[in-house]
T-cell receptor, first 113, second 114 residues
Framework: KQEVTQIPAALSVPEGENLVLNCSFT??????LQWFRQDPGKGLTSLLL?????REQTSGRLNASLDKSSGRSTLYIAASQPGDSATYLC????????????FGTGTQLKVEL | DAGVIQSPRHEVTEMGQEVTLRCKPI?????LFWYRQTMMRGLELLIY????????DSGMPEDRFSAKMPNASFSTLKIQPSEPRDSAVYFC????????????FGQGTRLTVV
């Protein structure tokens, strides 16, 4: 059974810092991995989708990396802003697991002025 | 496209009552997913459909839960009878024909069973 873990569970940083969020998965046979953000009381917003054949994916200040063999992905946020405050979730789509996403536990990020 | 649309946004009901949650996926998407989110268990997949056909319902907690997708633009998740432990946020999501496409989520329905 695929298990997805995100560390840390919560993170507080001052504005302007570069930061890294971690995502680990137990079964390396994945098809792709998707990063989402969730604002309080809201739905999930897709940030990046990284295929198993890719090492990195970038969108603006966000960069996601994937090391499938070691079961890890990181989300790098450059020059953090208060508007980045949210919960960040990673989810994996397992090879042979149909089209379902298995979600991590999330990292709650707070960027302070 | 307006994105994935769920209704209602909030639902408060008494234990034992029937609850129906509704979802309109993004037009042209072939997959539709129902997830439940709680503080204790995080996001859990309940069921998903491909071209209106249920593919995997192994996450549906009990027979009290049922889901239908009568056509490509509409799905329902029904709980009958509802119990306080069903209180959670229920999300609907949809994605395109291939597994390498992103999943897009609705705003969710916050269900409270008292």
């Amino acid at each position: 059974k695929q298990e997805v873990t995100q560390i840390p569970a919560a993170l507080s940083v001052p504005e302007g810092e570069n930061l890294v969020l971690n995502c680990s998965f137990t079964d390396s046979a994945i098809y792709n991995l998707q990063w989402f953000r969730q604002d309080p009381g809201k739905g999930l917003t897709s940030l990046l989708l990284i295929q198993s054949s890719q090492r990195e994916q970038t969108s603006g200040r966000l960069n996601a990396s994937l090391d499938k063999s070691s079961g890890r992905s990181t989300l790098y946020i450059a020059a953090s802003q208060p508007g980045d405050s949210a919960t960040y979730l990673c989810a994996v789509r397992r090879t042979g697991g149909g089209n379902k996403l298995t979600f991590g536990t999330g990292t709650q990020l707070k960027v302070e002025l | 496209d307006a994105g994935v649309i769920q209704s209602p946004r909030h639902e408060v009901t008494e234990m034992g009552q029937e609850v129906t949650l509704r979802c309109k996926p993004i037009s042209g998407h072939d997959y539709l997913f129902w997830y439940r989110q709680t503080m204790m268990r995080g996001l859990e997949l309940l069921i998903y459909f491909n071209n209106n056909v249920p593919i995997d319902d192994s996450g549906m907690p009990e027979d009290r839960f049922s889901a239908k997708m009568p056509n490509a633009s509409f799905s329902t998740l029904k709980i009958q009878p509802s119990e306080p432990r069903d209180s959670a946020v229920y999300f609907c999501a949809s994605s395109g024909a291939y597994r390498d496409t992103e999943a897009f989520f609705g705003q969710g329905t916050r269900l409270t069973v008292v």
